[in-house]
């Protein structure tokens, strides 16, 4: 089971996150290519941390939304969309090659993730971002999701992706953020989700229930508080229960 986290999202003076203290415990490092979170500098250390921790590196691509930290909605034209990830995944492959590495993958980012998962149009935009840019290149996404089906469609790798720290609806997709307890915060409950995704491939729903998700990657999110300390707890167990943690490449 890879175990993977949104990384590199400091720019200039603001700070979001102990990058290097979570990259001690993942195998997939998701690096922030400028458009929600990061910068150029920014991008190339998170970069040279991954390779210190022999971490691989993937692109975090976004929306083009500083201000709203690539968690809002856009209507944008697919074919802008296919341009700006490009040029997203391109400034990445760049910056990582300087730093002694390369861009394994591609994860979207935020309000992009999610509307990826139903809208046609932007997810089509994507997954044709990705051909062009390099078709060899995986993508991490919702199980079930659009973006999925077309990226398969496309002759992409598609590698499945759960949310032990995220609350889900009965039909397995994420509750939206501003929904109170959407994001779980306790890192042993979210290590307890990590270890039942990795091993019978269920998780909780918001209500209570059970909902099946297969998944080869599972996400521990960067930017809160608590970041190190749960990516330490889901290493933990999943280690504690006999689940080989290793990269999907």
């Known amino acids: 089971m890879d175990l993977n986290s949104d990384v590199g999202e400091s720019f200039g ?5 102990d990058d290097a203290g979570v990259l001690a415990h993942v195998t997939s490092a998701n690096v922030a290519c400028g458009f929600h979170g990061g910068d150029a500098r920014t991008a190339r250390a998170t970069c040279g941390l ?38 997203q995944v391109g400034a ?3 910056l990582a090659r300087v730093a002694g590495t390369a861009v394994r993958y591609v994860k979207p980012h935020g309000a992009l993730y999610t509307a990826i998962a139903h809208h046609e149009a932007q997810a089509g935009a994507v997954v ?8 060899t290149l995986p993508l991490l996404a919702q199980p079930g999701s659009v973006v999925a089906r077309l990226a398969q469609a496309a002759g992409l790798r598609v590698v499945p992706e759960g949310f032990p720290d995220r609350a889900y609806t009965a039909d397995g997709r994420l509750v939206p953020r501003s929904t109170a307890g959407a994001v779980v915060h306790d890192p042993q409950e979210v290590a307890r ?8 491939g269920t998780t909780t729903t918001a209500d209570g229930d059970r ?14 508080p608590q ?6 707890a889901t290493r933990a167990a999943l280690d504690e229960a006999g689940v080989p943690v290793a990269t999907f490449l």
Do not use: I, K
């Open 13 to 17: 003076a603001w700070t979001m996150g």
């Open 50 to 87: 991954a390779v210190r921790h022999g971490v691989v590196v993937g692109a975090h691509v976004s929306y083009r939304d500083l201000a709203g930290f690539g968690r809002r909605f856009l209507d944008v034209d697919p074919h802008e969309l296919t341009d700006e990830v490009v040029y």
């Open 92 to 94: 990445l492959q760049a």
């Open 128 to 135: 044709r971002a990705v051909v062009e840019v390099d078709p």
């Open 193 to 200: 989700r990590a270890v039942r995704l990795a091993l019978d």
């Open 211 to 224: 909902v099946l998700l297969a998944v080869e990657s599972l996400c521990v999110h960067g930017d809160t």
């Open 227 to 232: 970041a190190v300390a749960v990516a330490a």
